[in-house]
T-cell receptor
Framework: DSGVTQTPKHLITATGQRVTLRCSPR?????VYWYQQSLDQGLQFLIQ???????AKGNILERFSAQQFPDLHSELNLSSLELGDSALYFC??????????????FGQGTRLTVV | QKEVEQDPGPLSVPEGAIVSLNCTYS??????FMWYRQYSRKGPELLMY????GNKEDGRFTAQVDKSSKYISLFIRDSQPSDSATYLC????????????FGTGTRLLVSP
């Protein structure tokens, strides 16, 4: 158990809908990362938050947004969903934003299926 | 060209074999190198973490980094069926300092 908790584990929704994925980082970790994993693309970095502030942005679509709350949990919001958004969405956490300790610990993921 | 290249496999070996998994990369600014193991439908699990060039050993696992060749390796000794999983390399550094760039993963199958 990595200590990173993601909910829900599975989500099935229709095209055009909006969903929210939730992540609770390991105790003491200030950084939260979101990744998307699909079969043909591997793990793609979406966005990183550190102590409530956005720190780095990857290939995140404009239809997607995220935030990190004062209690450090994070939510990833996906809207106007398309079939191609079906993927595993992982959250990871680490203690630091920049510096020596950059390894990240992953949650078990949310499997999103858009039908 | 992808920043990190990794052969997707699958790589099939008999139990007890030495396994060599590799990644190449193009960004010379990368300084931190990691290997993750991912079982089917589970989150990636951190196996090894190294900084800059050199070797690091942990039990049956050895990670090697050759920055001059932009090449990293993970060796698994005495492989077990329980090692069957997808192995992902990841690295960070330079302008993308706060994000980990992953390879696509190599699927390893260890047969009894």
């Amino acid at each position: 158990d990595s200590g990173v908790t993601q909910t829900p584990k599975h989500l099935i929704t229709a095209t055009g809908q909006r969903v929210t994925l939730r992540c609770s980082p390991r105790s003491g970790d200030l950084s939260v990362y979101w990744y998307q994993q699909s079969l043909d693309q591997g793990l793609q970095f979406l966005i990183q938050y550190y102590n409530g502030e956005e720190r780095a942005k990857g290939n995140i679509l404009e239809r997607f947004s995220a935030q990190q709350f004062p209690d450090l949990h994070s939510e990833l919001n996906l809207s106007s969903l398309e079939l191609g958004d079906s993927a595993l969405y992982f959250c990871a956490s680490s203690p630091a934003a920049v510096g020596m300790n950059t390894e990240a610990f992953f949650g078990q993921g949310t499997r999103l299926t858009v039908v | 060209q992808k920043e990190v290249e990794q052969d997707p496999g699958p790589l099939s070996v008999p139990e007890g074999a030495i396994v060599s998994l590799n990644c190449t990369y193009s960004n010379s600014a990368f300084q931190y190198f990691m290997w993750y193991r991912q079982y089917s439908r589970k989150g990636p699990e951190l196996l090894m973490y190294t900084y800059s060039s050199g070797n690091k050993e942990d039990g049956r696992f050895t990670a090697q980094v050759d920055k001059s060749s932009k090449y990293i390796s993970l060796f698994i000794r005495d492989s077990q069926p329980s090692d069957s999983a997808t192995y992902l390399c990841a690295m960070s550094g330079g302008t993308g300092f706060q994000k980990l760039v992953f390879g696509t993963g190599t699927r390893l199958l260890v047969s009894p």
